[in-house]
């Protein structure tokens, strides 16, 4: 797992959990390197980096913030830098907060270290939050509620600036938790019912639009769906996009078959999806609410010495890393996972700059991405098809 400009990475035993922290730099001017007036060694003041850099102790100021040193000469930038990497000079982020009020830390809570979707999400808003000067810290926490509340309590007992959530439910403690605190929050991937507060999200109904499309034009009629929660924004829509899909291309979502996962996992898209099969012999395709649901029913068919895509074709969505790289390559729906962290972080940043809490949703498109797992039913499956609807009619 790879995170830009990680310098630090700290297992802390939190209660029943335990939490990855990551800590991100920001392009400060020297190596990681503390002076200490304790340790034999003299602290380096902010005025020696001015007088031998040659500039006014404001000017070095302005220099190594990220924020202001775009007012700062480029060449007197590069001064400041050489002489504070010299003097082994580090910013004081205790002593900036205390004259400042602001701790220059943000949290990110995600439910799942072993997911690779969230990397990405992580990236992009690490990378963003960095080059303003933020350190983040990265926090697991699971989907237990009484968890997920104790971590963004330590956090905020931290005094963190603010919170960028991956971990909501449609209906949300932690949210109701963390606008209780005042505390300047966005939701990531996931969304609540209401808008309270500002998210960033694919667009889920029209990823399964692109998902039956596909298939429909293949000449697929008898679609069936692996959902995912139903407290899950991505669960709850996905699953009405997919009925409103086929309403849309002239199928019934009364008669297409749905079987609930009750976990994002390759377990439970395995589980829901043998009761999937078992339920319909007639359906030639499967629409799954993420890619490890998408490679569960892979498991399901391997079973039932059933292959993909000859004897029924599979749609991902996320595309995850890697499902490039299965047998067969995963038809999915791309999300552009990255881009939610960066625009997650400018709405937080937003936030905790200007005290604007008006909640604002950012609705990313997705791209359909059409690999090996997809083709046209064939004549057998058409076959099981026609008989299974006439013993339906004849019932």
């Known amino acids: 797992m790879h995170y830009a400009r990680a310098i630090d990475c700290i297992l802390l035993q939190w209660r029943p959990i335990l939490c990855l922290f990551r800590v991100s730099q920001s392009d400060r001017p020297v190596k990681a390197r503390y002076s200490q007036s304790n340790g034999g060694r003299q602290t380096v003041t902010m005025k020696q980096v001015a007088g031998l850099a040659g500039v006014h102790v404001s000017t070095v100021s302005r220099a190594l913030s990220p924020q202001t040193r775009p007012m700062v000469d480029a060449s007197v930038v590069s001064r400041v830098m050489k002489a504070a990497q010299t003097l082994g000079y580090r910013l004081d982020p205790v002593a900036a907060s205390l004259r400042t009020g602001r701790s220059k830390l943000v949290g990110i809570l995600v439910p799942d270290i072993a997911t690779s979707v969230f990397t990405p999400i992580l990236t992009g808003a690490t990378e963003r939050l960095s080059a303003r000067g933020y350190s983040v810290l990265v926090a697991y926490v699971g989907s237990d509620v009484e968890q997920q509340l104790d971590v963004a309590g330590g956090l905020i007992a931290r005094r963190v600036d603010g919170l960028i959530l991956a ?8 949210v109701s938790f963390c606008i209780d605190q005042k505390l ?4 990531v991937n996931r969304s609540e019912k209401d808008t309270r507060i500002s998210a960033v999200v694919s667009d889920d109904i029209q990823g399964m639009q692109l998902a039956v499309d596909h298939l429909v034009d293949l000449g697929h009629k008898n679609i069936g769906h692996l959902a995912g929660p139903a407290e899950h924004s991505t669960g709850f829509l996905r699953r009405q996009g997919f009925n409103q899909a086929l309403s849309a291309r002239g199928l019934d979502p009364l008669k297409a078959p749905c079987e609930l ?13 043998r009761r999937l099969i078992a339920s319909r012999s007639d359906i030639t395709a499967i629409v799954a609410a993420n890619d490890l ?4 029913a892979y ?10 895509p000859r004897d029924m074709s599979i749609v991902g969505h996320n595309d995850m890393p890697l499902v490039d790289m299965v047998h067969p390559a995963l038809t999915t729906i791309r999300i552009s996972h990255r881009e939610m962290g960066v625009q997650a972080a400018d709405l937080l940043q937003q936030t905790m700059d200007d005290g604007d809490h008006l909640a604002r949703n950012v609705v990313l498109p997705p791209k359909l991405i059409v690999r090996a797992s997809t083709a046209p039913p064939r004549v057998a499956a058409i076959r099981r098809q026609s008989s299974a609807s006439r013993k339906a009619d004849r019932r």
Do not use: F, I, M
Request: hydrophobic letters at 45%; glycine letters at 8%.
């Open 167 to 174: 971990t909501a439910s449609r209906h949300d403690p932690l």
């Open 184 to 187: 300047p929050v966005v939701l």
């Open 261 to 273: 996962a009750g976990t994002y996992t390759r377990e439970q898209g395995a589980a829901a999806a």
């Open 293 to 296: 649901l998408a490679l569960g």
């Open 299 to 308: 498991d399901a068919l391997n079973e039932k010495h059933l292959a993909c």
